[in-house]
Antibody, heavy 120, light 110 residues
Framework: QVLLQESGPGLVKPSETVSLTCTVS????????YNWIRQPAGKGLEWIGR???????NYNPSLKSRVTMSVDTSKNQFSLQLSSVTAADTAVYYC??????????????WGQGTLVTVSS | EIELTQSPGTLSLSPGERATLSCRAS???????IVWYQQKPGQAPRLLIF???NRATGIPDRFSGSGSGTDFTLTISRLEPEDFAVYYC???????????FGQGTKLEIK
């Protein structure tokens, strides 16, 4: 059973860039898409984007101008950078795996999530 | 983009009862590309159903999904205490690589 583990700074100031990393426990990083999904406290889920091991990405159009994803297959890690953050970006950020297909598919498994708080 | 509306917002039932959760799409979802997740407090979502009616590995058969077009349903045939949680639907039927989630249904103990 593959495990995903997010890591990040926890607290970031408004207008700054937050960087998060997800570490994958096995080599499936080479054969699946990996996604970032976020959830503000008490609210629903929002898909941010996905990346394949080749570096191919797809982003949610609503966030595309501020999102950059990257992958380091040698470390079994992929990363999210979200720029110009505001309080509206405060949320739990999850990484999750999805099938290797053109369509997004479903998410399984998920990491346990990392809380990002935007505050001065 | 396809919007999903889940109903009811909150469902109050007792263990042993049958739960029926609805997910309605703003337009037809291609190939019934609907997913259901369960989320408990402080935990990540857990995949239950994909492709509208296919149970994920390890999911008990009291969970079933159905529907097509714009109307989809998650049914829990006989509620167990551990089933009380928030349930989300998700669609991936867009022609673009994009997906959206419903706002969730909270299933609470009556």
């Amino acid at each position: 059973q593959v495990l995903l583990q997010e890591s990040g700074p926890g607290l970031v100031k408004p207008s700054e860039t937050v960087s998060l990393t997800c570490t994958v426990s096995d080599d499936s990083i080479d054969s699946h898409y990996y996604n970032w999904i976020r959830q503000p406290a008490g609210k629903g889920l929002e898909w941010i984007g996905r990346i394949f091991s080749s570096g191919s990405t797809n982003y949610n159009p609503s966030l595309k101008s501020r999102v950059t994803m990257s992958v380091d297959t040698s470390k079994n890690q992929f990363s999210l950078q979200l720029s110009s953050v505001t309080a509206a970006d405060t949320a739990v950020y999850y990484c999750a795996r999805s099938p290797p297909s053109a369509i997004i598919g479903w998410f399984d498994p998920w990491g346990q999530g990392t809380l990002v708080t935007v505050s001065s | 983009e396809i919007e999903l509306t889940q109903s009811p917002g909150t469902l109050s039932l007792s263990p042993g009862e049958r739960a029926t959760l609805s997910c309605r799409a703003s337009q037809s979802v291609a190939d019934s590309r609907i997913v259901w997740y369960q989320q408990k407090p402080g935990q990540a979502p857990r995949l239950l159903i994909f492709g509208a009616s296919n149970r994920a590995t390890g999911i008990p058969d009291r969970f079933s999904g159905s529907g097509s077009g714009t109307d989809f349903t998650l049914t829990i045939s006989r509620l167990e205490p551990e089933d009380f949680a928030v349930y989300y639907c998700q669609q991936y039927g867009s022609s673009l690589p994009m997906c959206t989630f419903g706002q969730g249904t909270k299933l609470e103990i009556k």
